[in-house]
């Protein structure tokens, strides 16, 4: 079992829907749960981190976290072109003396026009 | 601006070469970070550093090498060891708490290819 499980997707949405992103992870000791975006050929860049149980808003994201069911989400209201990237997740926890940090494959949203 | 800059950013590397990546920033992070990338899968990590001389390996850090001589800088050395160097590589910072609750910053990487 993968520590941390995401589809690669491709997951299309029409634009203005909402697109669902979906992450869980093995490890039950797991603190901080982050959702990066990754435009084709360029670096993950942060949008979005969780580290309560429920929902996190920012602006058109929305992070949930389900730390009994080992699940994590981003949700992405009135998708946009310009949110079609590859979405990681990242798990992390506090073990030895640093900071463990787990990615998932990514997910790959397509928002058609 | 504050931030995280890789160069160069892109790298040719002939067999039996070592070829050394560097990674400079300027968020006075304590940890720092590489992670290769390759098609398919997640971000592995190489090396990670908390503080200036030391240094820890990742879960793939055969082949390569790293010093950590000052806090702002991070290079990484890909060996001739390094049978299949041919990936993007990631630096990436962070704060360091002692808890798990910072995230990490990424520089914009470097594409490392075979000639």
């Known amino acids: 079992q993968k520590e941390v499980e995401q589809n690669s997707g491709p997951l299309s949405v029409p634009e203005g829907a909402i697109a669902s992103l979906n992450c869980t992870y093995s490890?039950?000791?797991?603190?901080?749960f982050f959702w990066y975006r990754q435009y084709s050929g360029k670096s993950p860049e942060l949008i979005m981190f969780?580290?309560?149980?429920g929902d996190k808003e920012d602006g058109r994201f929305t992070a949930q976290l389900n730390k009994a069911s080992q699940y994590v989400s981003l949700l992405i209201r009135d998708s946009q072109p310009s949110d079609s990237a590859t979405y990681l997740c990242?798990?992390?926890?506090?073990?030895?003396?640093?900071?463990?940090?787990?990615f998932g494959i990514g997910t790959k949203l397509q928002v058609i026009p | 601006d504050g931030g995280i800059t890789q160069s160069p950013k892109y790298l040719f590397r002939k067999e039996g070469q070592n070829v050394t990546l560097s990674c400079e920033q300027n968020?006075?992070?304590?940890?720092m970070y590489w992670y290769r990338q390759d098609p398919g899968q997640g971000l592995r990590l190489i090396y990670y550093?908390?503080?200036?001389?030391?240094?820890q390996k990742g879960d793939i850090a055969e082949g390569y090498s790293v010093s950590r001589e000052k806090k702002e800088s991070f290079p990484l050395t890909v060996t001739s060891a390094q049978k299949n160097p041919t990936a993007f590589y990631l630096c990436?910072?962070?704060?360091?708490?002692?808890?798990?609750?910072?995230?990490?910053?990424f520089g914009d990487g470097t594409r490392l290819s075979i000639l």
């Open positions: 490890d039950r000791g797991s603190q901080s």
């Open positions: 968020l006075n992070h304590d940890a």
């Open positions: 969780i580290y309560s149980n």
């Open positions: 990436a910072s962070s704060i360091w708490t002692g808890r798990a609750n910072q995230p990490q910053h």
């Open positions: 550093s908390q503080i200036v001389n030391d240094f």
């Open positions: 990242a798990v992390m926890l506090a073990a030895g003396g640093y900071q463990k940090v787990t």
